[in-house]
């Protein structure tokens, strides 16, 4: 009778680390890591995930977690799930037909990492921990650390993706490897190298973990794969296409969001939680030459955003606001622009910078790159829904 | 009782250029521009303006005139407007109420300008010149040139935005000055200096026009003082809070267009088109400090923008596509690859490169910094609306 | 040059009645008033219009317009437009592209009907004549009789059909006036039965005139020819399918609306204004057999409508607000105790009672069916977007 | 740990009546069923519910369950629920946090009853019982009986009221007295009268059990306490003021809907299902008198209905299309018209007449009063989103 939950193709225990789950995860990308879930296209199923840090940041005033935050540890996945029929060339279809929390685990929380531990968009601004806790009530989050608002949510996956083929990891090892090489001791580094410590590759043991371990890429950066987008719009109903670049595509999803603002700027960034995520597949065989979809995914967004019709929007130019340097349509420095101006005007209502930050974190802001050619200025816009708030935050004459 | 042609404060005549109108307009930032429209808070008026090269394009087939385009004579601009009671320090308020084209001249054009003259997003890739017309159906816009499309009005100006103080206007010369000192000769350049060829100057004539066209600054980028902004969401109903920094604030308007992506990214990007505007301003005191208004103006949307419900949306990371090199959080290429891969998809469906690379610059497409934190990765996504299409362009099994 | 200003296909003069005009339109219904436009399909023309009262009111404090109107001469319609090629049995596709204000005439009326001439919705609470004057600033109207709304447009024609078949119109007039000998006397009337006095019938003239001025119906229903329907939703970009039951179709549109809440509760309903409309035509070939679209025209709603995200909204039931009696699925008695439980909320704000209901009727406000089988009781809701209004009409603890 | 399970204030076991479970519900509306669940003001808390006909309907093929259902058992209803210092002349304010199915019970049913059985909107044409279940796919339902649709979640609970004050209970069984008197012979009845048969009481027993069986008011109709309103916009985040009649208000709540069209027009009409829904409460005290709302509760509808931009839309006049009868401003004909034109149109599409007939049960269509005062003709609308369907299907020349 109990038919969806005889559908939970991969479960976690919240009080496990993943890689002493029943059935452990993975944390790292590589074709060699095995299938544990295997599905039929047409399936619909349910997965489970950790948070993101694998449970690491407790529910609780002190942000010394997240100062402490073992970022080997990230992100612990759910999968790989092997897709029967999928193979090189095709795309993969994913439907996300819904998401929520955990029993019990209704709650989620936002970071700003320090400088010397991952840092954020805002770094230079915001150079010490902090953290923020989100009680989910129902569609609605709120937070005893960032008063009078309540996010409605836009849940998401921050990280889905495929494997990558060996030839695509070593394309994505050597470049990464490049930039590191440019400024090998900047802190915060340029980019995260295949780290064997802290690694979970599923039921790999042995010589075989040690050799995948020292391969495989960390899960940070969004790539070829999909992987860690932090696209606040594959929410409820959205369906993806997928590159495939190994037999069965093999699948992972983690690092689920309750909602999350364009650019995710404080990098622990969106409300970060636990959850299950309910899942159909299909396969469009030869599809990616059929369509063109070889560099990235392409995805449709789902009916189910939340609904708002008025915006406070914040503008920012690619000039330094430090130096006053003039730079060539950085769309970079833009959106940095924009998020400082917005962080600027929020503290003329009360709030602490930091808690501006956070909130533009988690709130579902849209960050548009509104102009990228009027040299040499990019134009970059950050939209807040003034509806979250619990009072007119409108300049009145 | 005519009421509205009598609040027609500016007025174009679309066979003439602009400095031999009756009343002149300009196409440089300048404090000493003298204001050519006075009006008090709370009123309502009319601004008519002619396309932003002057009327240098015909509705043709030859992309000659793209190609030849004096870039000297833009943006012609109508203004500068003088508000009464604005001072440096208040916040200038501006209703953006209506617009619409001129009676005979309901179409507009997109262009993509040639490397030697302009350039665009993806110059590397269209180094030639090309235009097409597109032709006004009510609030649709349809284009002999790009068939199979139909584009919902999102008509808005291009530039708009105050005086600059001489203090800033110095600030922008000499920070565009040190950028294009870096690599003088490049074509396209780093940055338009002010250049007294083909400068309009409102009604300043003799020693002072030479005076001020040597130190006006171009209207290419957009600044502190709004300007070339090329925000799509700046249609009908939207609300403008402008930081002011001289008497009278001294508003122009310019520049208007049919419909734009995000990012304009053919550069002569939009739907470009001669029209009016229907206007209103208000003045707060002091709004500057109080709002902590001060580096770039703030705006709402209007309640009229076009309703879509449907998206193909399609992602892009900061790889560079040609050489494989890895950047840093480098959204303007994140955005360049969702743009490159759009328009491989969209040739899966009869379009030329050129004509998908258009269809991105004029059709309502969203382009959004998803991601901006995932080192070394920025993750951009460009969203177009499926219900332009005439046909179903979703990948289909 | 002046494309558009060449393709109005109808003009009028507002200074001028109907029957005075170059081209005179007409106001009633019959196959044998001559077509006074021919169009193509494909065409795209605008025709101008009057308010539908012909010019009987003025924008002034005074309601004895309102009071005195002679409604044997409602509604002014401009056509008949003759479309090459379509016959009985086909569909005629009408996209509405665009509408807007006359130059000069940019306002409109609203208007409570006396009970001894035309009456409303709750006569019975508001027998006497009011006016209200709206006054257009872009795509908002404001009034100097209801303080503290913005409007914003949703602009569409109350009234546009095609000409009826004589056979069909025999049926009209048969079940009409069975339904009038019912209560001959009522006041208001249960119906507008022909009736030559007032009557406007384009180009006819003589015995032709007196003739089809005894026959032909009055326009105040809406009918199988679509007519006087007063759907809000017929704003920009919608597109109409109408039934054809003769040669060329015979087109005729008036009644133009700045915008109206669902019901068009006070009669005198919209905002009523001149104006002009931009449409293009089409012609499906057998298409009512092949669609089953017969007794009523099908439409699809345009992208443009004003986006708004809350509204509050207010419930009625069927039962006699004034005897208490229990009715059976009675969905026009539910809506009106919604209409008055909303205006007697709004009457908490400071507004009158009158002010409240003349508001339903222009305020772009929903009225819904929202069950209609829980026996006894129809439920229905009127929804009024709270972004309207300048201040929050929330309840507050 | 388990913070939200321990917030479920009222549970459900699928497998017994509501009269057997371990905290009974109630299926009458009267003063004197006592509460079983307390509550205080800003409590956050989860009811459980069965689905509306205490579990008579099973997931298969056969309609006999839907023929022979004993409609005398619905609706069954979660609590009452006392809030402290909720008081007559108070509003209680009920925030509809989130709602879902219950695990192991992911679909529901619509069926159209038969006449000698409860009958429907169109009973007439549809005399027969039927039956279509819908399984859940996330925010996806699809039907084995209706193929080629997939409906978007609106969830919402089809009744939620307040108990009624004896006073008020008496006019309600006074009113609907004297309709059935009209013809108590009815097939189907006009209205259910009080009727101890298959009454459940909660924890009532004994003689007070048959004294409140025999003068409790049937559920079946939406009253001045709200009850079986059967509104499709109380979805997740919608916030409702119902006015107070009885100490502590006594909420409850059932007859959970996945979606429904306006109207409910099949009577077991959404797709029905049980379920879960999240509160939170709040009371405005004097709130009755100090904003008026005494006849009926208010709601503002949460920002997380499904997003559609398209639809059709199908009309319907107030002639009765049997006889051909004029009627005066009849909304529920002129919306039974609309309705058998919508299922003309879909029977072209491949649908059956009972096929469509359920589909504009479950189907989010918008029913809307179009106009209401044009005599004699009131104008109703249907519109369909047209996302739903699987096909294109607009007309085509």
Known sequence: MNVRLSNVLFRVDLTKPMDQQEVPGHNRWHPDIPAVVHVKPGDVFRIEMKDWTDGQIQNNDDPSDIRDVDLCRVHVLSGPIYVDGAEPGDLLVVDLLDMGPLPGAEWGFNGIFARENGGGFLVDYFP?????????????????????????????????GVAPSAELLDRWNARERQLVAKDPNRVPVL????????????????????????EAARTVPPRENGGNCDIK????????????????????????????????????????????????????????????????????????????????????????????????????????RACLNAIEYLQRFGY??????????????????????????????????????????????
């Open 233 to 336: 719009n594959l929410s409820k109903g959205s369906r993806i296409y997928f590159p495939v670049f190994v037999k069965g595509a093999k699948l992972s999803v983690g690092d689920l969001h309750f909602c999350q603002g364009d650019g995710e700027i404080t990098f622990c960034g969106a409300i970060e939680m636990s959850g299950w995520i309910e899942i159909s597949v299909d396969v469009i065989k030869g599809g990616m030459a059929k369509y063109g979809i070889v560099h990235n995914p392409v995805f449709e967004p789902g009916p189910m955003e939340p609904r708002f019709s008025e915006y406070l929007v914040f503008e920012g130019v690619s000039v330094d606001e430090r130096t006053g340097e003039q730079l060539y349509l950085d769309a970079h420095v833009a959106y940095r």
């Open 191 to 214: 980019a995260n190298l295949p780290d064997p410590r802290s690694a979970v590759l599923g039921t790999l043991r042995g010589a075989e973990f040690d050799r995948v371990a020292k």
């Open 352 to 397: 602490t910078a930091e808690q501006a930050y956070m909130l533009l974190g988690v709130a579902p802001v849209e960050g548009r790159i509104s102009g990228i050619v009027d040299v040499p200025n990019a134009c970059c816009t950050l939209a807040i829904p003034t509806a979250i708030f619990d009072r007119d935050i409108r300049p009145k004459g």
């Open 128 to 160: 010490e921990a902090l953290k923020s806790i989100w009680e989910f009530q129902g569609i609605y989050a709120v937070s005893r650390h960032v008063p009078g608002v309540r996010i409605p949510s836009l849940i998401h996956p921050g990280l889905i």
